[in-house]
C-alpha cells in the first residue's frame, strides 16, 4: 500500500475515531506487509531528501488506523541527531500493562500525521510504561520499560487504537496549566 501524507487518513476522517481489534496470531501476510511498510514510512519520513521527493511528513511513529485500517499495528522508530536508530519496533498487539503515576509531557507539545492544524498545550502522560508486545522484528514477544520520550510515543500511538488523539487530552481552558509531578521533555 501506498504510504505518503495523502494516503494518511486526517482527524476530518471519522476513522479515525475507530477502535482498533486485535489481529490474529500467526499475524497473517497482509498485516506483516502493512506492518513493515509502516516501518518503512518512518523510516524514510526523517531523510529530508526522500521525504520532500515521497510526500512523506516526518514521524517517529504511525499506527494502522492512520491509513483506515482497523487493526493493533504500531510501527515506531526514533533516531538520535546524527541519524541512528535508538529505539525500533514493529509491535502487534502492543498492551500497556503498568504505567507511573509520575507523568511527563513534551515542551513543544506534540504532533501527528493524522492531524494538520496545530494544537497547542501540554499533554500528559505516564512518565514510565511496560508495554508488552509482539515484535515483528524480532519475531517474539517482548517487554519493552520505557520511560520518557518513547513512554510518550507509545502512548500516542497506542491512543489511536482507542480513537483518541493527542489533542483530546489537552486542557482546552488552559493548555499550558502546571500539573504536580510531571517533568517536561524537550
Ligand atoms: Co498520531
Not at 500500500?1 to 477502535?19: A, F, P, Q, S, V
Not at 511498510?37 to 524514510?44: F, I, N, R
Not at 492512520?66 to 485500517?69: D, K, V, W
Not at 493524522?114 to 517482548?142: N, P
Given at each position: 500500500?501506498?504510504?505518503?501524507?495523502?494516503?494518511?487518513?486526517?482527524?476530518?476522517?471519522?476513522?479515525?475515531?475507530?477502535?482498533s481489534?486485535?489481529?490474529?496470531?500467526?499475524?497473517?501476510?497482509?498485516?506483516?506487509?502493512?506492518?513493515?511498510?509502516?516501518?518503512?514510512?518512518?523510516?524514510?519520513?526523517?531523510?529530508?531528501?526522500?521525504?520532500?521527493?515521497?510526500?512523506?511528513?516526518?514521524?517517529?511513529?504511525?499506527?494502522?488506523i492512520?491509513?483506515?485500517?482497523p487493526?493493533?499495528?504500531?510501527?515506531?522508530?526514533?533516531?538520535?541527531?546524527?541519524?541512528?536508530?535508538?529505539?525500533?519496533?514493529?509491535?502487534?498487539?502492543?498492551?500497556?500493562?503498568?504505567?507511573?503515576?509520575?507523568?511527563?509531557?513534551?515542551?513543544?507539545?506534540?504532533?501527528?500525521?493524522?492531524?494538520?492544524?496545530?494544537?497547542?498545550?501540554?499533554?500528559?502522560?505516564?512518565?514510565?510504561?511496560?508495554?508488552?508486545?509482539?515484535?515483528?522484528?524480532?519475531?517474539?514477544?517482548?517487554?519493552?520499560?520505557?520511560?520518557?520520550?518513547?513512554?510518550?510515543?507509545?502512548?500516542?500511538?497506542?491512543?489511536h487504537?482507542?480513537?483518541?488523539?493527542?489533542?483530546?487530552?489537552?486542557?482546552?481552558?488552559?493548555?499550558?496549566?502546571?500539573?504536580?509531578?510531571?517533568?517536561?521533555?524537550?
Open positions: 500500500m501506498l504510504i505518503n501524507n495523502d494516503t494518511i487518513i486526517k482527524d476530518d476522517d471519522e476513522r479515525i475515531r475507530m477502535k481489534e486485535d489481529v490474529s496470531f500467526p499475524v497473517p501476510k497482509e498485516d506483516k506487509e502493512l506492518l513493515m511498510e509502516m516501518m518503512d514510512y518512518v523510516d524514510k519520513s526523517t531523510d529530508e531528501e526522500i521525504a520532500e521527493k515521497e510526500n512523506l511528513r516526518a514521524a517517529v511513529g504511525i499506527s494502522a492512520q491509513l483506515g485500517i487493526k493493533k499495528l504500531t510501527a515506531i522508530i526514533i533516531k538520535d541527531d546524527e541519524g541512528n536508530k535508538v529505539f525500533e519496533y514493529a509491535l502487534v498487539n502492543p498492551k500497556i500493562v503498568s504505567q507511573s503515576v509520575e507523568k511527563a509531557y513534551l515542551e513543544a507539545g506534540e504532533g501527528c500525521l493524522s492531524v494538520e492544524v496545530e494544537h497547542q498545550g501540554y499533554v500528559y502522560r505516564s512518565a514510565r510504561v511496560k508495554v508488552r508486545a509482539y515484535d515483528l522484528l524480532k519475531e517474539d514477544y517482548i517487554e519493552i520499560k520505557a520511560e520518557d520520550y518513547l513512554a510518550i510515543v507509545l502512548q500516542h500511538e497506542l491512543d487504537f482507542k480513537g483518541i488523539l493527542f489533542y483530546d487530552r489537552i486542557d482546552q481552558k488552559n493548555p499550558f496549566h502546571k500539573e504536580d509531578n510531571a517533568h517536561p521533555i524537550e
